[in-house]
């Protein structure tokens, strides 16, 4: 299983960025999709999910109409679309990939993260 996050990088205030995380190693339309991110000396912190098909999708309050998460599964790849850059989002972003077993229990898994920063 592999996840590999890319599209971080620099950005001033009111900028966009588009990360992407391409996953392999699982059957990527049966997991969830979530992006994560943490920042020095705060805890990781939800900001978007969205279901194997792509039709539900939920967000963190403090991202909403300035994020949009969406996914292509015919590419194994989810993708957040950031828009309105503040410099409270700099963090690194991690991708998670999720599935509740039926058996029971949630499999998870982390991709390594990509760095985001927001400055002038």
């Known amino acids: 299983v592999q996840l590999v996050e890319s599209g971080g990088g620099l950005v001033q205030p009111g900028g966009s960025l588009r990360l992407s995380c391409a996953a392999s190693g699982f059957t990527f339309s049966r997991y969830g999709m979530s992006w994560y991110r943490q920042a020095p000396g705060k805890e990781r912190e939800l900001v978007a999910q969205?279901?194997?098909?792509?039709?539900?999708?939920n967000y963190a309050d403090s991202v909403k109409g300035r994020f949009t998460i969406s996914r292509e599964n015919a590419k194994n790849t989810v993708y957040l679309q950031m828009n309105s850059l503040r410099p409270e989002d700099a963090a690194v972003y991690y991708c998670k990939a999720w599935f509740a077993s039926p058996l029971g229990g949630v499999v998870n898994y982390w991709g390594q993260g990509t760095q985001v920063t927001v400055s002038s």
């Open positions: 969205i279901n194997g098909a792509g039709g539900t999708t």
